[in-house]
């Protein structure tokens, strides 16, 4: 085992990443899953939404793996594919444009001169299916779709009832509802006014808790906001961090609907674990 291993931690629009490159496997001579639950905790550790790894692929530029703070792994994450795609850049893995291997997909990234990063989010969506759950004595009529990962999207009127939500009750009720399979889905709540922007916030599975920004989150909002004529192909979400995410879609209706994603990717800073954070963070 290396006695250190370098990261770079970075965060897209708030949602933040502990990112490393484990195309030598030095990552994988520790149990990967403990790994990002160690250091994902605040703290004790370096304190981060997730674990995202850069490894090979005879597919694309690089595949990434993305373990969340709980330790379960993703096929796919917005924010961290853009952080992911600013790393190869700057670790000379990749040039400005670039393929990822995202779970079974592989998508297209560009770092822009700005360094803002446009990442494409897998999958040809089928419309979102309408659902009423039974929550706190009430049906709340919810969307259910998916992008890249399943989301369940609630409109709520304004900026105000958004913040009212108590979402530490209400998320891990929702996320966890029958009707939405073993697995459960994020749940996304996004004020309709005032905007553009349209504000939301995303209690995220996996971080089992809010995140200041969720990638697939304004992708699902954007998708679900389409087919209920409240947006258009370009659409920008505020996000909990205040920065913005603008979500494209092209191809017009379900199921050849590509999306785009595009924000901030920024490089917090550098750093290297050592045995000793290693061997607690697995402990």
Not at 170 to 181: D, N, S, V
Request: net charge neutral.
């Amino acid at each position: 085992m290396s006695e250190f291993l370098e990261f770079f931690k970075m965060n897209g629009a708030g949602n933040d990443f502990i990112i490393g490159d484990n195309r030598h496997y030095q990552w994988s001579a520790y149990p990967l899953a403990a790994l990002a639950r160690g250091l994902c905790r605040p703290h004790v550790g370096v304190g981060a939404d997730g674990l995202i790894l850069l490894e090979n692929s005879k597919k694309a530029h690089f595949k990434i793996r993305i373990f969340n703070s709980d330790g379960s792994e993703s096929p796919m994450c917005g924010n961290g594919a853009r952080c992911a795609a600013r790393y190869a850049l700057m670790r000379v893995i990749a040039g400005r444009s670039m393929t990822i291997q995202a779970g079974p997909d592989v998508i297209s990234a560009e770092v822009l001169p700005d360094l803002t990063v446009r990442v494409e989010i897998p999958g040809e969506p089928q419309a979102p299916r309408r659902i009423d759950l039974a929550v706190e004595r009430r049906s709340l009529p919810s969307f259910l779709t998916t992008a890249g990962v399943p989301h369940l999207v609630i409109f709520v009127r304004d900026r105000e009832a958004l913040d009212a939500i108590p979402l530490s009750v209400l998320g891990p009720k929702l996320r966890h509802a029958p009707e939405l399979g073993p697995q459960g889905a994020n749940v996304d709540f996004v004020a309709l006014s005032p905007a553009p922007p349209f504000a939301l916030r995303t209690f995220e599975r996996g971080v089992e808790a809010e995140t200041l920004a969720c990638g697939t989150g304004v992708t699902a909002c954007a998708w679900v906001m389409k087919h209920a004529g409240v947006s258009g192909d370009a659409t920008t979400f505020r996000t909990r961090s205040g920065r913005d995410l603008t979500v494209e879609i092209a191809g017009g209706q379900a199921p050849a609907s590509r999306f785009s994603l595009t924000g901030d990717a920024v490089l917090v800073f550098k750093g290297s674990l050592s045995e000793e954070a290693l061997q607690e963070a697995t402990r």
